[in-house]
């Protein structure tokens, strides 16, 4: 059942992340955890608590397409007819990334997922915030992801009011992760979005 956050709420979750708190918010698969992906210490904080290797990578989640500037370096134009057919969903994209991107963003790859969440409160969220937010799951490394509020308190001793409490998310699988390389869309990691539904996409291209 999904439950009614308050403008309070939402205010002071916005508040935690510009002073680099961690919030954890519900998203169209699992509850994820937002930080400011520009603040070095936030994510150093996202790491510990995750207890997640340095070379991994943090997806990402923005309001609308509007936000990759600055986030990417350029965008494949096959990306473009994704992003219109498939957004807002559970599909990220992989970008190569703007130089100007903290390493531990990107998992020093030098590339940067990014999907705009159908989720309508992960959407309140990065639109109030004004500015993308990381979307990684909210799990201890190698555990469950967690799919309610109190799981995330449970699992990772999160402050109940860095949890923006959203009812039970769907689990199951995460998104769908596709990447570009050498002119071709290729699938990085299976998800609710399955690929035959993307080539069957990208076959009316």
Not at 21 to 49: I, K, Q
Not at 125 to 139: K, Q, W, Y
Not at 152 to 167: E, K, N, S
């Amino acid at each position: 059942m999904k439950r009614q956050v308050t403008d309070e709420a939402l205010a002071h979750a916005c508040a935690h992340l510009r002073s680099g708190g961690v919030v954890a918010f519900p998203t169209e698969t699992y509850y994820g955890l937002a930080v400011d992906p520009f603040n070095h210490a936030a994510l150093s904080r996202l790491f510990a608590l995750k207890g997640r290797s340095s070379d991994k990578p943090f997806l990402l989640i923005i309001d609308n397409p509007s936000q990759l500037v600055g986030l990417v370096a350029e965008i494949p134009p096959i990306f473009t007819m994704l992003m219109e057919k498939f957004w807002p969903g559970p599909l990220t994209l992989v970008f190569p990334g703007a130089p100007s991107l903290p390493g531990a963003l990107t998992g020093y790859r030098g590339t940067i997922g990014v999907r705009v969440s159908s989720h309508p409160l992960a959407r309140q969220l990065v639109r109030a915030f004004g500015a993308p937010i990381t979307a990684t799951s909210a799990n201890f490394s190698g555990q469950p992801a967690a799919v309610t509020a109190s799981e995330v308190h449970d699992q990772l001793g999160l402050d109940p009011g860095a949890i923006l409490d959203g009812g039970e998310t769907p689990g199951g699988q995460g998104s769908t992760i596709l990447g570009y390389y050498e002119g071709r869309v290729c699938l990085l990691r299976a998800g609710v979005i399955p690929f035959v539904q993307i080539e069957a996409a990208l076959a009316g291209v």
